[in-house]
T-cell receptor
Framework: DAKTTQPPSMDCAEGRAANLPCNHS???????VYWYRQIHSQGPQYIIH???NNETNEMASLIITEDRKSSTLILPHATLRDTAVYYC?????????????FGKGTRLSVIA | GAGVSQSPSNKVTEKGKDVELRCDPI?????LYWYRQSLGQGLEFLIY????????KSGLPSDRFSAERTGGSVSTLTIQRTQQEDSAVYLC???????????FGSGTRLTVV
């Protein structure tokens, strides 16, 4: 699976959009981009995933650049409850159940 | 149940003792994973089970660690002769085969004193 690079930490004001970047310059054509987050003292939680088109669900939006070398997770109206570590993972979807590999992620702090 | 259940939520044990950690996956989820997370660190993969296939044990840090999954459902992670460096949160996750969406439990916080 391709390697990802994320900033170690970010701050965001409550109510504003949080834009979390992820670089995956070595991504291959059959690899998807997945995002998980881990709120303090809880297990990680799946957020969203995508291949090349932008995706949106009730939690977030995922914007993937045309060359697929980077992506941005957008939380449109961040709340204090969104404070967490956000993990960007690149993985071949057809790799069955081979385990997800979590990097260090980005620690997002939402500030009142 | 509605989610992945782990027990106990907290465990304090003396160095050298054996411990067993339990994971109850979501009903119907054929894949089950164990990870651990030391204080301030990322998630470290330990082992995973898929249906009746032989488990992938490639992440187990030593032969003191073992896991089993009975009847394709409940799993037990056993750590023998615990050491202080085993102190961590042990997380279990389950998923439907081929799914991207893991559901994690809340973990067991193990403290070896």
């Amino acid at each position: 699976d391709a390697k990802t690079t994320q900033p170690p930490s970010m701050d965001c004001a409550e109510g504003r959009a949080a834009n979390l970047p992820c670089n995956h310059s070595t991504i291959s054509g059959n690899e998807y981009v997945y995002w998980y987050r881990q709120i303090h003292s809880q297990g990680p939680q799946y957020i969203i995933h995508g291949l090349k088109n932008n995706e949106t669900n009730e939690m977030a939006s995922l914007i993937i650049t045309e060359d697929r070398k980077s992506s941005t997770l957008i939380l449109p109206h961040a709340t204090l409850r969104d404070t967490a570590v956000y993990y960007c993972i690149v993985r071949v979807a057809s790799s069955g159940n081979t385990p997800l590999v979590f990097g260090k992620g980005t620690r997002l702090s939402v500030i009142a | 149940g509605a989610g992945v259940s782990q027990s106990p939520s907290n465990k304090v044990t003396e160095k050298g003792k054996d411990v067993e950690l339990r994971c109850d996956p979501i009903s119907g989820h054929t894949a089950l994973y164990w990870y651990r997370q030391s204080l301030g660190q990322g998630l470290e993969f330990l082992i995973y089970f898929q249906g009746n296939s032989a488990p992938d044990k490639s992440g187990l840090p030593s032969d003191r660690f073992s896991a089993e999954r009975t009847g394709g459902s409940v799993s037990t992670l056993t750590i023998q002769r615990t050491q202080q460096e085993d102190s961590a949160v042990y997380l279990c996750a389950s998923s439907v085969q081929g799914s991207y969406g893991y559901t994690f439990g809340s973990g067991t916080r193990l403290t070896v004193v």
